[in-house]
């Protein structure tokens, strides 16, 4: 008996303190990014690239396969039709906002800055299947680490309220895609063209630019400056 006690401890312990270092990079991790996104620009082109960066670097001391971290061969076929799924949800809002009259042009159509931005939208990707889903998962079930995920995916992107409740619908949807097909190119790929889609059908008026944290509320000090140098002319 003295011997089984034993042994179940040394198994509880490791247990303990896997499950407290994934719950610790949790909210280190996640909080990291929110106060990056709440700082001011100057301070926030310092410090973003190290909070951007911080979690690559974990999931890489893994040492994981290309394959594990969802970037190799495994499921690229497979997922490949969300790409075209993308096209045509993105042809179809087109038109129905050329229809609502909200159909605008790309506030910025520079090919860096589309092409940077597309970037980004796979590296926001790699972030929620690589880093926050695995230890979600390994402190929650499958499903319940989705749900949170999509929480925390949808959280970053406040105080833009429809922005929040576009990406709450796509963290779902492409944690599950990714946890069927486990490869990160039509997920990204896709997640780019659906944001500039959103972009230009919904006016910028009501997403800022797409601007999150404390960006969003510059966008509208600037507008209103804008409007203020009007005025006066």
């Known amino acids: ?67 594990e971290l969802g970037l190799g061969w495994r499921g690229l076929a497979a997922s490949w039709w969300v790409l075209p799924a993308a096209v045509g949800l993105t042809i179809l809002s087109v038109l129905v906002a050329r229809s609502a009259g909200t159909f605008h042009p790309l506030y910025n159509a520079n090919l860096t800055h589309v092409g940077g931005y597309v970037l980004w939208t796979i590296y926001q990707q790699f972030l929620l299947q690589d880093y926050f889903m695995p230890r979600l998962t390994r402190v929650l079930t499958s499903d319940g680490a989705i749900a949170v995920a999509t929480v925390l995916f949808a959280a970053a992107h406040l105080p833009n309220l429809t922005l929040t409740a576009a990406t709450l619908l796509w963290g779902a949807v492409s944690c599950w895609l990714f946890r069927r097909y486990h490869n990160l190119y039509a997920l990204g790929l896709a997640q780019g063209l659906l944001g500039l889609c959103f972009a230009v059908c919904v006016p910028d008026a009501m997403h800022h630019h797409l601007r999150v944290g404390l960006g969003y509320f510059h966008y509208q000090a600037t507008l209103t400056g804008h409007q203020a140098g009007s005025a006066l002319r």
């Open 1 to 67: 008996m003295a011997t089984t006690n034993a042994t179940s401890f040394t198994l509880v312990v490791p247990q303990a303190r896997a499950s407290s270092r994934n719950l610790a990079e949790l909210i280190l991790g996640f909080g990291f990014i929110m106060v990056v996104l709440w700082l001011p620009t100057r301070e926030q082109l310092i410090v973003g690239p190290v909070a951007m960066l911080a979690p690559l670097a974990l999931v890489l001391m893994q040492r994981p396969t290309v394959n």
